[in-house]
């Protein structure tokens, strides 16, 4: 098993440019999300889905969409990237009546 | 809401000495919390669960429901130690990990 893969490893974009963050898992976990880390701030959740079809917001979604149209894939889009969205993103999988989450390498994204 | 507190954004101690990683939480339910550990350069992996009562590579963590605390400790640090440390709380039906900011150890030799 591959666990949490995470494409791109780097990143950079310009202010307003958009691209899909892609986040893949190959343990059939139910669930899956998706944080940001920031010095001094941690891990701050954005979005998260129980299933695919399902969504929901975490603590930051402003700026980002997702979808879960397949239980092996979970995408974060930034639709108009700004340099507040500087960051490390992670992704992560749970399976469901297990507690481990599992993550992915991270993407390091700069926006300039 | 639910929240976690980690109050050291660095921990320095010298090999050999015990350390102790603080967290404390703020949740209305039954708490199911962890630590995790990211490496440098490395993913985040778990480190424990307080629901195993494990030690894992030396570190113990108990959960104080009175003073809702869930702090980490080694009696004897190694320099392996060296990471970032997060403690995390989890809710939602067990989707959802809260962190706290994370506390930075520094084994030093």
């Known amino acids: 098993n591959a666990g949490v893969t995470q494409t791109p490893k780097f990143q950079v974009l310009k202010t307003g440019q958009s691209m899909t963050l892609q986040c893949a898992q190959d343990m059939n976990h139910e669930y899956m999300s998706w944080y940001r880390q920031d010095p001094g701030m941690g891990l701050r959740l954005i979005h998260y889905?129980?299933?695919?079809?399902?969504?929901d917001q975490g603590e930051v979604p402003n700026g980002y969409n997702v979808s879960r149209s397949t239980t092996e894939d979970f995408p974060l889009r930034l639709l108009s990237a700004a340099p507040s969205q500087t960051s490390v993103y992670f992704c992560a999988s749970i399976r469901q009546g297990n507690t481990e989450a599992f993550f992915g390498q991270g993407t390091r994204l700069t926006v300039v | 809401a639910q929240r976690v507190t980690q109050p050291e954004k660095l921990l320095s101690v010298f090999k050999g000495a015990p350390v102790e990683l603080k967290c404390n939480y703020s949740?209305?339910?039954?708490?199911?919390l962890f630590w995790y550990v990211q490496y440098s350069r490395q993913r985040l992996q778990l480190l424990l669960r307080h629901i195993s009562r494990e030690s894992i590579k030396g570190f113990t963590a108990d959960l104080n429901k009175g003073e809702t605390s869930f702090h980490l400790k080694k009696p004897f640090a190694q320099e392996e130690d060296s990471a970032m440390y997060y403690c995390?709380?989890?809710?939602?039906?067990?989707?959802?990990?809260?962190f706290g900011t994370g506390t930075q150890l520094k084994v030093e030799l």
């Open positions: 949740y209305s339910g039954s708490p199911e």
């Open positions: 889905s129980v299933g695919a079809g399902i969504t």
């Open positions: 995390a709380l989890l809710t939602g039906g067990g989707n959802k990990l809260t």
